[in-house]
């Protein structure tokens, strides 16, 4: 069985970049429609409802976190990505498996860190998709790292939020948009 993702480094950047964005969107948009996908622990979730946000989806394909979530009190399903994910949103978000297969890498974790040889292959699926389900003027905020390669963010507008190096990498935090 898979475990539940441990907010680390990622988990708080992406946190704290909710934290500033949340609160310009919701004067613009009280009715702020958010998702997240790979809900993991929840940390995002309850960041986003701490702040106010009332519409709030989620999904992960760790059916233990979808439960953990759900006792949580959120909405959350089971989901490939966007594949049981069913309309748009003003906001949809990803702390994404984001590491270059890693052989040492345990099978249990390895859901929730490896996104395949490069490290984009779940990032790029999830950016062929994601386009499809942002409402007018709806924004994406993915977080990267500066180990994964091989990103293909096609036509999205970027624009680069927040850039934090620790010990062996550089995270980032994109604001994407069709
Ligand atoms: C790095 S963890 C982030 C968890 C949490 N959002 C956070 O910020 O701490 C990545 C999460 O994405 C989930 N995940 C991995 N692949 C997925 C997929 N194809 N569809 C949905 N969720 C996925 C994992 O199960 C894990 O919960």
């Known amino acids: 069985m898979s475990e539940i993702y441990s907010p680390l480094d990622d988990s708080f950047l992406l ?12 004067i613009s948009n009280p009715n702020l429609k958010f998702l997240e996908i ?16 009332k519409y709030i ?3 992960d394909i760790n059916y ?3 439960k ?6 959120f909405n959350c399903i089971k ?22 297969e890693n052989k040492k890498e345990p099978e249990n974790s390895r859901i929730s860190t490896t996104g395949g040889k490069t ?12 386009k499809y389900h942002l409402n007018k003027n709806g924004k994406i905020l993915l977080l990267i790292s500066s180990l994964t390669k091989g990103v293909k963010f096609d036509n999205y507008m970027k624009k680069l939020l927040k850039k934090r190096k620790f010990f062996y990498e550089e ?8």
């Open 171 to 178: 995270l980032y935090i994109l604001e994407l948009s069709n």
């Open 38 to 53: 790979g809900a993991g622990s929840g940390i995002q979730l309850k960041t986003a409802r701490d702040l106010g946000v």
């Open 64 to 66: 233990t976190a979808v």
């Open 15 to 26: 946190s704290k970049v909710l934290k500033e964005q949340i609160p310009k969107l919701l």
């Open 57 to 59: 989806y989620s999904c």
């Open 119 to 130: 490290g984009s292959e779940i990032i790029n699926r999830f950016l062929k998709q994601a």
């Open 68 to 73: 953990h979530c759900k006792k949580l009190g």
């Open 79 to 100: 989901s490939d990505l966007f594949n049981n994910i069913e309309g748009k949103f003003d906001l949809i978000i990803f702390n994404p498996p984001y590491l270059p």
